[in-house]
């Protein structure tokens, strides 16, 4: 499944979010699982948790480490993708795609629109390396 | 996710070839070191099935020599040296008067007065100083040459054929835990059959002009056995899944060779001093100390890490100090240390602390892995 890169917003923390009708699918960025590595485990909020933005959510892990998942956006879970829980290689193969983490419900749009495009979040990253 | 950058780090001198071949490069103990080259679950299985090859340059090479180089050694660690026939090696720990350790390390006897101590980057300080300061009365030599030789390790079922392949016959390779000068490739290197993975292989000492042809040659020759060069991160799953410690984690200056589980590594009828003795012969002989070093396997499917606190039947019992993924075994494993008013008897059910929740581990064996 390929991705439009264009729909894609995201945070300094390497998350992303792509909007959805009245949801937000959330996950992590390609730049963030190539840091990772394996990625091994991922432990995701139940749904109807509500979170601030920038509260942890969960967690991802991979061989090297655990790192705590910032939410990009806040609201409340509908959806968490329980087959990413089962393979969670997924994120390594797809992670816009069949490696979404969770679904959002009741975000604040102001917070959608500060988000950095996907061209802007790579513009960020090379900044950052240097 | 919260990532870092460190500066001001030291390179091996194959830091150029690392680079080369796509290495993400990571700090570690002070130096800039190759973390993995392509996937760490796929180099720790070359390792576990074929070979692998690793650049661990950072790890410290003195040599110690003179007519007391025994009976100083013999003052330092656990292990009675005077039973190492020459070329041979043994594994042991520098201790302090308390039996704290202050270094984990593998001594060689290359010569009746001369040996080779080889230990941890992030130590080779610390442990100089330590020899330094224990001298007085020895007429001995302590050469640190950590930053002229360069060290390489061949390590998987296939490394013996591999040296074979470059023209050493098995016949002159050292066997293990054994170290003997030899010539690869028509450079000179010092070979030790001893490694950190859990799998038989070598570790080749060379001058740090040397190590790049060596390394690069290494590589192009053993392609064809399936070698492949591996990084820091899968010879950490390699030693934890072969039950090895890391020092730092498992063991430190607050923790005895009794309370690390290291007592099969201790000589119990060394005749001659060494400093801790006392502590520890006393930890052996009453069982009183305080705390014991366990593995344990979880039974869910969470992760346990460094500094995660150990629970038995609810009470903070202990604290993980390496932990993570065994991808040959198909576990999630660690090593921790149990308070010893606390059963830790294998079999034992505990739980881990992970982000405020308890889950299932049970103590089990080490090693978890043995290979065949």
Same mark, same amino acid.
């Given at each position: 499944?390929?991705?439009?890169?264009?729909?894609? /917003?995201?945070?300094k923390?390497h998350?992303?979010?792509?909007?959805?009708?009245?949801?937000l699918?959330?996950?992590?960025?390609?730049?963030?699982?190539?840091? /990772?590595?394996?990625?091994?485990?991922?432990? /995701?909020?139940?749904?109807?948790?509500?979170?601030?933005?920038?509260?942890?959510f969960?967690?991802?892990?991979?061989?090297?480490?655990?790192?705590? /998942?910032y939410?990009?956006?806040?609201?409340?879970?509908?959806?968490?993708?329980?087959?990413?829980?089962?393979?969670?290689?997924?994120?390594?193969?797809?992670?816009f795609?069949?490696?979404?983490?969770?679904k *959002?419900?009741?975000?604040n749009?102001?917070? *959608?629109?500060?988000?950095?495009t996907?061209?802007?979040?790579?513009?960020?990253?090379?900044?950052?390396?240097h | 996710?919260?990532? &870092?950058?460190?500066?001001d780090?030291?390179?091996?001198?194959?830091?150029?070839?690392?680079?080369?071949?796509?290495?993400?490069m990571?700090?570690?103990?002070?130096?800039?070191?190759?973390?993995?080259?392509?996937?760490i679950?796929?180099e720790?299985?070359t390792?576990?099935?074929?070979?692998g090859?690793?650049?661990?340059?950072?790890m410290?090479?003195?040599?110690?020599?003179?007519?007391?180089?025994?009976?100083?050694?013999?003052?330092?660690?656990?292990?009675?040296?005077s039973?190492l026939i020459?070329?041979?090696?043994?594994?042991?720990?520098?201790?302090?008067?308390? &039996?704290?350790?202050?270094?984990?390390l593998?001594?060689?006897?290359?010569?009746e007065?001369?040996?080779?101590?080889?230990?941890?980057?992030?130590?080779i300080?610390?442990?100089?100083?330590?020899l330094?300061?224990?001298?007085?009365?020895?007429?001995?030599?302590?050469?640190?040459?950590?930053?002229?030789?360069?060290?390489?390790?061949?390590?998987?079922?296939?490394a013996?054929?591999?040296?074979?392949?470059i023209?050493?016959?098995?016949?002159n390779?050292?066997?293990?835990?054994?170290?003997?000068?030899a010539?690869?490739?028509?450079?000179?290197?010092?070979l030790?059959?001893?490694?950190?993975?859990g799998?038989?292989g070598?570790?080749?000492?060379v001058?740090?002009?040397?190590?790049?042809?060596?390394?690069?040659?290494?590589?192009?020759? &053993?392609?064809k056995?399936?070698l492949?060069?591996?990084?820091?991160a899968?010879?950490?799953?390699?030693r934890?899944?072969?039950?090895?410690?890391?020092?730092?984690?498992d063991?430190?200056?607050?923790?005895?060779?009794v309370?690390?589980?290291?007592?099969?590594t201790?000589?119990?009828?060394?005749?001659?001093?060494?400093?801790?003795?006392?502590?520890?012969l006393?930890?052996?002989?009453?069982?009183?100390?305080?705390?014991?070093?366990?593995?344990?396997?979880?039974?869910?499917?969470?992760?346990?890490?460094?500094?995660?606190?150990i629970?038995?039947?609810?009470?903070?019992?202990?604290?993980?100090?390496?932990?993570?993924?065994a991808?040959?075994?198909?576990e999630?494993?660690?090593?921790?240390?149990?308070?010893?008013?606390?059963?830790?008897?294998?079999g034992?059910?505990?739980?881990?602390?992970?982000?405020?929740k308890?889950?299932?581990a049970e103590?089990?064996?080490?090693?978890f892995?043995?290979?065949k």
């Open positions: 499944m390929t991705t439009d890169m264009t729909k894609v /917003l995201c945070a923390s998350e992303y979010f792509i909007k959805e009708g009245k949801s699918k959330m996950g992590v960025t390609d730049f963030a699982v190539e840091q /990772l590595g394996d990625v091994v485990f991922i432990e /995701l909020p139940e749904i109807d948790s509500s979170f601030k933005k920038g509260d942890i969960g967690t991802i892990e991979s061989v090297k480490a655990a790192s705590e /998942l939410i990009p956006v806040g609201g409340t879970v509908i959806e968490i993708n329980e087959k990413v829980i089962e393979k969670p290689e997924l994120i390594n193969t797809d992670c795609g069949e490696g979404w983490l969770i *959002v419900k009741d975000f749009e102001a917070e *959608v629109e500060e988000a950095m996907y061209d802007e979040y790579k513009e960020f990253i090379e900044e950052e390396a | 996710m919260v990532m &870092g950058n460190e500066k780090l030291k390179k091996t001198a194959l830091y150029e070839e690392h680079k080369k071949i796509g290495a993400k990571v700090p570690f103990a002070g130096w800039e070191m190759p973390v993995q080259y392509a996937n679950i796929e720790h299985l390792v576990r099935n074929k070979a090859l690793f650049d661990v340059s950072h410290g090479q003195v040599f110690i020599s003179g007519k007391d180089a025994l009976n100083f050694l013999q003052k330092l660690v656990p292990q009675d040296i039973k020459r070329g041979k090696a043994v594994y042991t720990q520098l201790t302090n008067v308390e &039996g704290g350790i202050i270094d984990d593998i001594i060689y006897k290359l010569d007065d001369k040996f080779l101590l080889i230990i941890n980057a992030s130590r300080y610390e442990d100089v100083k330590w330094l300061s224990n001298r007085k009365d020895f007429d001995v030599s302590i050469d640190n040459q950590s930053d002229n030789l360069s060290m390489i390790a061949l390590q998987g079922p296939l013996s054929d591999i040296l074979e392949n023209g050493l016959t098995k016949e390779q050292p066997k293990r835990f054994f170290i003997k000068k010539k690869l490739l028509n450079i000179d290197v010092l030790a059959a001893t490694g950190y993975t799998e038989d070598f570790e080749i000492i001058k740090n002009e040397e190590v790049c042809k060596l390394w690069v040659e290494l590589l192009s020759k &053993g392609e056995f399936g492949k060069p591996i990084g820091l899968a010879r950490d799953t390699l934890l899944e072969a039950g090895l410690f890391l020092y730092g984690q063991m430190t200056e607050n923790t005895t060779p309370e690390a589980s290291l007592v099969w201790i000589s119990k009828d060394k005749k001659e001093d060494y400093l801790g003795k006392d502590k520890i006393s930890q052996i002989n009453q069982k009183d100390e305080s705390k014991r070093l366990v593995g344990f396997k979880m039974l869910d499917k969470s992760i346990p890490r460094h500094d995660y606190r629970y038995i039947n609810n009470e903070d019992s202990g604290v993980v100090t390496s932990g993570g993924v991808p040959f075994i198909g999630n494993i660690g090593l921790g240390y149990i308070n010893t008013n606390k059963p830790t008897t294998i034992t059910k505990i739980d881990i602390m992970i982000r405020e308890l889950h299932p103590i089990v064996k080490r090693p892995y043995v290979k």
